[in-house]
């Protein structure tokens, strides 16, 4: 293999979506793959400590915490203005414009708090969770600790079955095996996943409330759980109160409908062109950290506004390899990991966003295929295109 750069180019027609990547034997797996499959003993082989070293000499992991105190007010500022805007407009349907700004501005302090936890800001990790929690649970309304406790998962085994929760079911099938048990309308839903998944993130910000306040409430360990509660609780106190107290009761709704459904929209077409449609590695598999990552990970195209967009998630690879590494650093980070990929044969993926939406959107569509299937043949599973 001599071309290990995935670039797609603009001109490029929609990329199809890849065939998750299923350990059998070593001629089936891409090139880079630097794994073990479950009855092999030997040890996997990473490059990545020297990666690791040019980075860290190039100064690429030094903090930047003056670009995020001035991110922070500049969000900080755009609520200011959002707000000045709703209490200027008054009685009027235009505040449905606001209810969309302010649903945007909440996810860049998402982002703001994502970088925060990984320790992108601070170097105490005290300070770092403080600040996080502030931002997710107070900001945000979303509890820091259930947020924190799934993610750290998924970056230690990103598309790994049994491992990564992101990609079990809930709501979206996202393995075939998952696919194939559906039942009733959950069948139905599935077979058409693919092109109802953007409709669906429209409540995805209300899901996100909804299973924080569920882990707040529930039985499992929580860390700082009544710091979070009483948080998240003041947030959505302050919040709807005063916007059911300024607006109309039902142009109140509408409001927070709006905001909600933009901010499940935001933040879930960051994350989805992360992973979804990438390599999936089967549990029983051993694979190197470098690979692992590498692998599973998808670059999104755009230069500087795109990673201001998507808070620094266009350059997956890069913050799934060095997830404490600055937002500013990433760009001139994502050369040296190109370079080092291309010399070791490792596939390294990017495409433009356009294409990373056709590619989830054809991935989900060919998982819900097994939806329409009653009953699996192994013949036939083995023969259905991939």
């Not at 105190?69 to 000045?84: E, N």
């Not at 799934?320 to 490792?346: D, G, I, Y």
Request: glycine fraction near 8%; include cysteine.
């Amino acid at each position: 293999m001599t071309l290990t750069v995935l670039d797609s180019p603009a001109s490029a027609p929609a990329a199809k979506a890849p065939a998750p990547m299923r350990v059998r034997n070593h001629a089936e797996l891409p090139a880079g793959f630097r794994g073990t499959t479950s009855g092999e003993t030997s040890k996997p082989i990473s490059t990545y400590t020297a990666l690791l070293a040019k980075v860290r000499d190039a100064g690429l992991l030094e903090r930047r915490t003056g670009f995020y105190v001035a991110m922070f007010v500049g969000v900080t500022l755009l609520l200011a203005a959002a707000v000045t805007g709703s209490v200027l407009l008054g009685d009027s349907w235009f505040q449905l414009l606001i209810a969309a700004s302010i649903g945007l501005i909440f996810t860049q302090y998402a982002f703001l708090a994502h970088e925060t936890a990984h320790r992108q800001v601070f170097a105490s990790g005290v300070t770092s969770d403080r600040v996080g929690r502030i931002l997710a649970s107070g900001v945000v309304g979303m509890s820091y600790a259930w947020w924190t406790s799934k993610h750290t998962k998924h970056h230690g085994n990103p598309n790994t079955i049994g491992r990564d929760t992101d990609i079990a079911y809930d709501t979206v099938s996202f393995l075939e095996q998952d696919a194939v048990k559906q039942r009733g309308l959950s069948r139905l839903f599935t077979q058409r996943q693919g092109y109802i998944f953007f409709p669906i993130l429209l409540f995805e910000g209300v899901n996100l409330h909804l299973l924080s306040y569920k882990t707040l409430f529930g039985r499992k360990k929580v860390d700082k759980r009544w710091h979070e509660i009483a948080m998240v609780t003041a947030r959505f106190t302050i919040y709807l109160g005063l916007i059911f107290w300024f607006l109309p009761v039902g142009m109140a709704f509408a409001f927070v409908g709006v905001q909600l459904a933009i901010f499940g929209l935001y933040m879930g077409s960051a994350f989805a062109p992360n992973h979804i449609g990438m390599p999936i590695i089967p549990e029983s598999s051993r694979v190197d950290f470098l690979s692992k990552q590498v692998l599973t990970s998808r670059n999104i195209t755009g230069g500087r506004w795109m990673t201001i967009a998507m808070g620094g998630l266009d350059y997956q690879v890069e913050h799934h390899l060095f997830p404490n590494m600055a937002r500013p650093h990433l760009r001139a980070a994502s050369k040296l990991v190109r370079e080092h990929c291309t010399e070791h044969q490792v596939p390294y993926t990017r495409t433009t966003i356009g294409q990373a939406f056709g590619t989830v959107i054809a991935y989900l569509n060919r998982v819900g295929l097994a939806a329409r299937v009653p009953f699996d043949c192994p013949m036939a599973a083995e023969y259905r295109p991939r």
